[in-house]
C-alpha cells in the first residue's frame, strides 16, 4: 500500500477531538519509514490529509478539533519534556488585567530555551526561559485542561512581566489590584 494510503487510513482511525496534532515522530512511526518524511507529508499535504502547523507539528483537519486551542496545544506538544506555564500578556490577558487581547499569539514561561514558534496562519508561540521549577510556583500554579498547560494566576503573571522585564504600559492597574 502507498504511505499516503497508510497514512490516511491510520489517522482516520486515531485521530479525534482530542488528538489531532502529530509530531514528525508520530508520523515516521505511522509510516514505517527510516528515511526521510518531506515526500509523504508533503504529498499529504497536497491531497489534503494533513496541514503544518509549524515544523514538525501536523494538524489532521478531518476531524472536529477546537480551533481557538491549536497553539495552545500545538506548545504542549512542541515541549512536552518542559515545565512550561501559559503566563505574560496571555495569561494577563485572559483576566482582563491587559485589555487587548493578543490575536494568534501566546506567550508561555518554559524551562526550555526562550524562542519564538512561527505557525503560518495559526499565529505564533513565544517560549520565554525561566529557571523556577514547579514546586516553587505550586500555590501559583492551576491547570488548564482545556489548553492542556499550567496556567500563572495573576500574581505569577506580573511577577514573570517584572522578571522578564516585558512591557507593562498595557496593564490596567486598578483590575490588576482588584484581582491580587
Known sequence: MQPQKILEKVLASLADVDHYLFSSSDL??????????????SRAEKAGILKRVCRGIYLYPRVDYPRGRILFHTAALLRAGEFNYISLETALSDT?????????????????????I?????????FVHTARR???LSGLLSYDS??????????????????????KDLINWEVARELI
Open 134 to 136: 514547579p514546586d516553587e
Open 96 to 116: 482582563g488585567i491587559i485589555s487587548q487581547i493578543p490575536i494568534n499569539s501566546i506567550t508561555l514561561m518554559s524551562s526550555g530555551r526562550s524562542n519564538v
Open 146 to 167: 482545556a489548553c492542556r498547560l499550567w496556567r500563572a494566576s495573576p500574581v505569577l503573571a506580573l511577577r514573570d512581566m517584572r522578571a522578564t522585564r516585558r512591557n
Open 118 to 126: 512561527r505557525c503560518g496562519d495559526y499565529g505564533r508561540i513565544e
Open 28 to 41: 515516521q512511526g505511522i509510516l514505517g519509514t527510516q528515511g526521510g518524511l518531506f515526500v509523504p507529508l
